[in-house]
């Protein structure tokens, strides 16, 4: 049975930068053997991520790109702008405000601190309770 996995952000190091917990879930996967998919709520956000994804750990490297090209196959993580396809894949990372949809064993939702963020997740929690998929809260 497929599962959503909600990290509620409140360390303040990653408070300060929630894209630093993206980073550490990819890194995790990666080196678990799980290829990802990082749905990025914006192109710039997608960039933005992966700058970071090569300076968040000075001993960690997590192979990765922006979706778009050939390599997108191969790329263990692949961060997916809206509107650029990507197959799918067992473990996605879901930054935007929709629920995630496709075929997946696992979804990893990153909730903000900030309270007006926070809406978007519980409408996708509801999505996916309704849906029949395990959900389950980390305090991050």
Known sequence: MPRADFYLIAKPRFRADPLLL???LAKRAFANGQSA?????????????DE??????ADAFVPHQIAGDEDDAITPVLIVPP?????DRAL?????????TGTFERVLEVVPDEESLRTGSRERWKTYKTAGIEVVKHDM
Do not use: H, Y
Request: charged share 30%; with cysteine.
């Open 92 to 100: 996605v990372i879901n930054l935007r405000d929709e629920s995630v």
């Open 22 to 24: 993206v980073c550490e």
């Open 37 to 49: 998919l990082i749905l990025a709520r914006s192109l710039e956000q997608a960039e933005l991520l």
């Open 83 to 87: 509107g650029t396809s990507a197959p």
């Open 52 to 57: 970071k994804m090569w300076e968040f750990d």
